[in-house]
């Protein structure tokens, strides 16, 4: 979609929702209180989720205008667009197509985008990656000494790193192979060192993944894990120093992942061992690609394809439900009206549940790559404040750490609350259900933000003078609950997709395209230039700024070599 995206502040819905916000007293304690039904009208389901926005801070007036916004930005209809394949990556001139990914074998009318057959090869894919997975998990697939899989390391970085790494922490009560995962993705050569630190290379699959398989990272940390390979290999004499030898060990221990397959054979790595994707796949959109592939192995196939269904039925949800109904674009208008109207800059986002410990670092990657932008589609500027900060860390951890700041501080923090009723470890302390608790705390962390606790209540404890200001919590800080029966695949592709289309909705108002990200290209560049100044090289020292030679010169001075 090339037309000229609409302003959004030039809209009559703009104009109504300002004339909401002059003046606007948020009252949670008196909404609740004259609405008996807020609860019940603001609470929707979303496939297996059950969501409660009644905690935001809206009245079904501000809601109202916020949804004729989406209708006027028209949101439907790009979100239409973009499934039948309309290049609205419009800098890289491509689809958006994640959500073909996750199309049932067989969905009708089948999806045929710039003249390729795109189910047919999502599933030829998925399918290769499956029986892959399946060999490597039965033990069919073994090492160069005959040994069979026991670690998988996945080495990406970004899109290629933070969906498989978080999907298996939040899975892994579900990996039933006896194989377990390992993730390494920082240049930081800290990383590789302490990851196969106590690795079996006779027992380790490498899977590198990188979209573009040029990526320094990633191309440097494979290297280092194939010399690591063959010098622990060679040590133990489980294959001889010769070059036939060590391609072998390559063909055994290397897969990869990506779009660019020649790449992929000229590292060594024979291409009928590589899993392809194809350019209309974001990396921050890709994990229920073959980006997935550690997945497959360690959860198997099966809960890979829940994974995917629990994806698509959210997807099916956006494209049916009426915007007023519509889970992931209200909760996109929530954060308009906070970021835009009422002046919000962040936005927690606090799972409780341990397993999502990286749910927090996986949407930054998918919100502020995706809407970090100060130019629209069409190139202009954009019109308004765009892609709020997102951060968070699981309940409870973060209630003993940032949530004083939330509660008490000056500072506006939209927050979504995610639990689930049942725990993947029903322990008991002392006959009491700990799951209980966590939940507790839960339900009582939004409570606590909405409602409150005045002056007076806190004077009626007894506190006097100015401990009372202090004991004070103003309420009104808006939260969303999502609830779901208990995480697993199929609602965790549920919580995934649901933010990714959060985050187009948000795209789609702003007039943002939300997906390309030349804002990660400078430093990379930058980087290139400088890489040789640390290695000696006087002209690129002499090429650089002040600042950046002062630091070279403590870094030489420094370096013990
Ligand atoms: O630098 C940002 C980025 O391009 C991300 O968008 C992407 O997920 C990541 O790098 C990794 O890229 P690749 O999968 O091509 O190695």
Avoid: C
């Amino acid at each position: 979609m090339t037309a000229a995206p609409v302003d959004p502040t030039s809209t009559s819905a703009w104009a109504e929702l300002d004339a909401h916000r002059a003046g606007f007293t948020p009252d949670l304690r008196g909404w609740f209180a004259a609405d008996s039904a807020r609860a019940e009208r603001l609470s929707l389901p979303l496939a297996d989720l059950h969501v409660d926005l009644s905690k935001n801070l809206v009245t079904d007036d501000i809601l109202a205008s916020l949804v004729r916004l989406a209708e006027q930005t028209g949101v439907a209809e790009r979100f239409a667009a973009m499934l039948e394949g309309a290049h609205l990556n419009t800098t890289e001139d491509r689809a958006v197509l994640h959500t073909a990914l996750r199309r049932p074998a067989g969905a009708e009318p089948a999806l045929v985008v710039d003249g390729q057959q795109v189910d047919a090869d999502v599933q030829a894919v998925l399918e290769k990656v499956s029986a892959f997975a399946d060999r490597v998990r039965s033990g069919e697939w073994r090492g160069v000494t005959g040994k069979r899989v026991t670690h998988v390391v996945n080495i990406g970085i970004g899109g290629s790193d933070l969906g498989p790494v978080m999907v298996y922490e939040a899975l892994a009560p579900y990996a039933d192979a006896g194989i377990q995962a390992r993730f390494i993705s920082n240049i930081d050569p800290t990383d590789l060192a302490q990851k196969v630190a106590d690795l079996d290379a006779e027992t380790t699959l490498f899977i590198v993944a990188s979209k573009t398989f040029t990526t320094l990272e990633t191309l440097t940390n494979a290297r280092l894990a194939r010399d690591w390979l063959w010098a622990q290999l060679e040590e133990k004499g489980a294959i001889s120093a010769d070059e036939a030898a060590r391609t072998d060990a390559v063909a055994h221990h290397f897969v990869a992942v990506s779009t660019a397959l020649d790449k992929v054979a000229d590292f060594g790595i024979d291409p009928e061992n590589a899993f392809g994707f194809w350019d209309w796949v974001g990396g921050r959109y890709s994990v229920d690609s073959a980006i997935g592939t550690s997945l497959a192995i360690v959860l198997g196939p099966e809960a890979f394809r829940e994974l995917l269904a629990g994806f698509h039925a959210v997807d099916e949800h956006v494209r049916t439900a009426p915007l007023a109904q519509n889970v992931p674009v209200l909760m996109g208008l929530l954060n308009v009206w906070y970021t835009n109207f009422l002046g919000a800059q962040s936005h927690a986002v606090l799972p409780y549940a341990q397993q999502l410990n990286r749910f927090a670092a996986y949407l930054q990657q998918l919100t502020m790559e995706s809407n970090g932008k100060s130019v629209r589609w069409d190139g202009s500027p954009v019109t308004t404040d765009t892609g709020e900060i997102f951060w968070g860390e699981p309940g409870t951890n973060g209630q003993h750490a940032f949530y004083q700041l939330i509660h008490q501080g000056t500072r506006l923090i939209p927050a979504d609350f995610i639990a689930f009723a049942n725990p993947a470890y029903p322990l008991q302390d002392g006959g009491r259900d700990v799951h209980g608790l966590l939940l507790a705390n839960f339900l009582a962390q939004t409570k606590a933000l909405a409602f409150g606790k005045t002056a007076e209540e806190v004077e009626a404890e007894g506190t006097t003078g100015p401990l009372v200001a202090a004991r004070t919590f103003p309420g009104n800080r808006p939260t969303t609950s999502i609830f779901a029966p208990a995480l697993t695949p199929a609602v965790l592709g549920q919580l995934i997709a649901l933010y990714e289309h959060i985050v187009f909705t948000q795209g789609a108002i702003w007039g943002i395209n939300s997906f390309d990200q030349w804002g990660v290209e400078l430093g990379k560049q930058l980087a290139l230039q400088i890489a040789p100044a640390l290695e000696g090289d006087e002209s690129a020292l002499e090429a650089q700024d002040a600042s950046t030679k002062a630091l070279l010169a403590y870094y030489r001075a420094q370096r013990k070599h």
